[in-house]
């Protein structure tokens, strides 16, 4: 046994310091062994035990572990913003509503839907034209006004008509002026103060100085309680102390069937009702009441510029339910507005007789409110005389 381990053992013990040599070597040879090429993970198959912490070392403190954060609920989708709408106005397929409160055919639903047509292509969206007739326009603009305020629901406001329709209490209108957010004025038809070629009255103060000198002798003619061709003439006689014999007929074709059968002496018209029979020299013009002439009567002047301030139109415009977003609002009157300034279009109101006059939402918004005070102490007065009878 002895032996067999001397053959083993080197003869002579190495020293230390050989030792510790080898080992450093070793341990060197290792290190850039590691360095050289990464060693694949080895997959245990029991867990490894910690290493014991060297004891000259303190443990480190155990690291602060932030509790896991709650995941937060899923918030809900964003209502769809009022700008949102504008840019989705209006959505593709999906057609706008127009009323006009009127029957089909009149002049009120000629120009409508020639502006309609325009408005289409330049949203490119159908636009359905519906006819509401009935109660001199209050049932047409009852649903406008009740309609959801999304601008798919739009309406026809003749003025100044839809005034009456409100400020008469005995119609319990459920709406008002503020009801509706103007779009924009289309036409305006203003009235004439009409008299046969023949007639004696050459001008508006000829008919006046002859009213005031024989009052209620000359009979003026309108076509109902309320019109606006009777507010006309009561603002008038306001405005000069004049006093006529109000003849009230059912229509414009009716008093102008009168006038020419020498029946009434003065017909309160509009301009677009006496085209024919004033190129046919049967009437005389002897003034209209708007501020500015008509271009279709070259040569007749206003009454303003005769010295009475007295101004009488009928005008169209449209409108949309209150509440209707900005965005949109803006979008449909920009619409309406390109359409207007459009020389065809131009030419198809012309054919019509009646003017173009277009308003943009705030100057139409302040001319339906100025027209409103005007006529109101006109038809509390008239109401009044009702009464007393």
Same mark, same amino acid.
């Given at each position: 046994m002895r032996r067999s381990l001397r053959a083993i053992l080197p003869r002579r013990p190495l020293k230390v310091s050989t030792l510790l040599a080898i080992s450093i070597a070793t341990a060197m040879a290792l290190t850039l062994s590691a360095c050289g090429s990464a060693a694949p993970a080895p997959t245990p198959t029991t867990a490894a035990k910690p290493a014991a912490p060297a004891a000259t070392t303190a443990p480190a403190a155990p690291a602060a572990t932030a509790p896991a954060k709650a995941a937060e609920p899923t918030k809900p989708a964003a209502a769809p913003t009022a700008a949102t709408a504008a840019t989705d106005f209006p959505v593709k397929g999906k057609s706008i509503t127009l009323i006009v409160p009127w029957d089909a055919g009149g002049i009120n639903d000629v120009t409508a839907r020639a502006l309609a047509a325009g408005v289409e292509? %330049?949203?490119?969206?159908?636009?359905?034209?519906?006819?509401?007739?009935?109660?001199?326009?209050?049932?047409?603009?009852?649903?406008?006004? !009740?309609?959801?305020?999304?601008?798919?629901?739009?309406?026809?406001?003749?003025?100044?008509?839809?005034?009456?329709?409100?400020?008469?209490?005995?119609?319990?209108?459920?709406?008002?002026?503020?009801?509706? %957010?103007?779009?924009?004025?289309?036409?305006?038809?203003?009235?004439?103060?009409?008299?046969?070629?023949?007639?004696?009255?050459k001008?508006?103060?000829?008919?006046?100085?002859?009213?005031?000198? !024989?009052?209620?002798?000359? !009979?003026?003619?309108?076509?109902?309680v309320l019109s606006g061709k009777h507010l006309a003439i009561l603002d008038l006689q306001k405005a000069t102390d004049a006093k006529f014999a109000i003849v009230h007929f059912s229509g414009g074709s009716q008093a102008m069937t009168a006038l020419l059968g020498g029946h009434i002496d003065v017909n309160f018209c509009t301009a677009g009702e006496v085209p024919s029979q004033f190129k046919a020299g049967e009437v005389r013009i002897l003034g209209i009441l708007d501020k500015q002439p008509s271009k279709f009567y070259p040569g007749i002047t206003t009454a303003e510029s005769q010295g009475y301030k007295v101004y009488s139109t009928s005008s169209r415009g449209w409108a949309a339910p209150a509440g209707t977003p900005k965005p949109i609002m803006d979008k449909l009157s920009s619409a309406l507005k390109k359409v207007m300034a459009d020389p065809d279009h131009q030419q198809k109101i012309e054919a019509t007789t009646s003017e173009l006059r277009y308003m943009d939402p705030t100057q139409m918004a302040t001319y339906w409110a100025d027209m409103e005070v005007q006529l109101k102490p006109l038809i509390e007065e008239v109401l009044k005389e009702q009464q007393k009878k």
């Open positions: 292509k %330049e949203l490119g969206t159908q636009i359905q034209v519906v006819n509401k007739p009935g109660a001199g326009s209050q049932i047409g603009l009852t649903e406008i006004a !009740k309609a959801k305020p999304d601008g798919y629901t739009l309406g026809i406001v003749t003025l100044p008509t839809a005034i009456n329709t409100y400020l008469e209490p005995d119609r319990k209108a459920v709406y008002t002026r503020k009801d509706f %957010e103007s779009l924009a004025l289309h036409t305006i038809d203003p009235v004439t103060i009409t008299v046969k070629t023949d007639s004696p009255y001008t508006i103060k000829d008919l006046i100085d002859a009213a005031k000198a !024989k009052p209620e002798s000359i !009979k003026a003619a309108d076509i109902g």
